[in-house]
């Protein structure tokens, strides 16, 4: 259903699209891939996102008035935050509204992330959407030193926000 909401947002028709299959071979003029070789995070990449994406949520949402992001990954079967329950208190005691982003379409979440000034969460697909905030954003990511990543970072870096990186301590299935 994301893919299918993305590619309405991007203006193509669903019915131009072949879905992979196994032992499939299909032969084009042109094709348009959903990431940059070796998965690249670049400014034009980041700029291509926000400007096919957000004009079409913004004309199809409203404003949910949020403007302080608590990105929880509750429903996530892998890398919880092992005291999520006491974060949200102290996110939500500062004004912070906590979202589960798979309970909304992805329209939502691109508005959302466009009007939040503050953004806390854990590493996630979901931090993807720091695509379509605005420079000045302040971006905190609780991540694994484990497993250190910098794809949000390169985001943050195309998009000028102000991002920080939490390392947790990890003791069992957490972040």
């Known amino acids: 259903a994301y893919h299918r909401e993305a590619l309405r947002l991007l203006g193509i028709d669903e019915?131009?699209?072949i879905p992979a299959t196994s032992h499939q071979h299909i032969e084009a003029r042109s094709v348009i891939l959903p990431m940059s070789p070796g998965g690249l995070i670049t400014p034009d990449i980041?700029?291509?996102?926000?400007h096919r994406l957000l004009p079409n949520a913004l004309s199809r949402?409203?404003?949910?008035?949020?403007t302080r992001l608590y990105i929880t990954r509750r429903n996530a079967h892998w890398r919880k935050v092992t005291n999520e329950t006491e974060l949200d208190r102290i996110f939500?005691?500062?004004?912070?509204?906590?979202?589960?982003?798979?309970?909304?379409?992805?329209?939502?979440?691109?508005r959302m992330?466009?009007?939040?000034?503050?953004i806390?969460?854990?590493h996630g697909a979901g931090l993807t959407n720091l695509v379509f905030c605005k420079p000045g954003t302040r971006v905190l990511e609780i991540s694994s030193?484990?497993?250190p990543r910098t794809m949000f970072y390169k985001i943050s870096g195309c998009r000028r926000?102000?991002?920080l990186n939490f390392f947790a301590d990890q003791d069992g299935p957490s972040v």
């Open 15 to 17: 019915e131009l699209c």
């Open 46 to 50: 980041c700029d291509f996102l926000r």
């Open 61 to 66: 949402t409203k404003s949910r008035g949020y």
């Open 92 to 110: 939500k005691a500062r004004g912070f509204t906590s979202v589960a982003l798979e309970d909304y379409e992805l329209a939502d979440q691109i």
């Open 113 to 118: 992330f466009h009007e939040a000034k503050y």
């Open 120 to 122: 806390v969460g854990p």
């Open 145 to 147: 030193p484990r497993r």
């Open 161 to 163: 926000l102000r991002y």
